[in-house]
């Protein structure tokens, strides 16, 4: 139970400073604007990317959010980060960087998994 709860903390915390800091603190550069605009979207996407990720990460890591809203966020989470794989792949072909989205996706899914082993030892 000790491991779980570290694992969803260390998983959870990352994807926080991910998905929620860095995009409120960096998300309406020119270097962010450019990075929406090299993927083809319109730039009022990133403003609507940033509102959501922000509230998608507080919804994790407040442990007073309800379970369905959780779901959601990480069902938003997975979207974004499979969307991301498939934008980057369609734009740019196959790349390192198509990593990334991959490996964050990887570190959601340890999150999920701990939260719900958590979720079932506390329901039990």
Request: proline share 3%; charged share 15%; glycine share 8%.
């Amino acid at each position: 139970m000790k491991t779980t709860k570290i694992v969803f903390w260390v998983t959870t915390g990352f994807i926080f400073l991910f998905e929620g800091v860095m995009p409120a603190l960096t998300g309406h550069t020119e270097m962010a604007m450019e990075g929406v605009r090299h993927l083809g979207y319109p730039e009022y996407f990133a403003t609507a990317f940033i509102v959501f990720k922000v509230l998608g990460a507080l919804a994790l890591i407040i442990p007073k959010v309800s379970s369905r809203i959780k779901e959601w966020a990480y069902a938003g989470f997975a979207f974004d980060f499979i969307f991301a794989f498939i934008s980057l792949w369609a734009v740019d072909g196959l790349s390192t960087m198509l990593i990334l989205p991959l490996f964050v996706l990887g570190i959601l899914v340890a999150s999920y998994v701990s939260y719900h082993k958590l979720n079932k030892v506390f329901a039990d």
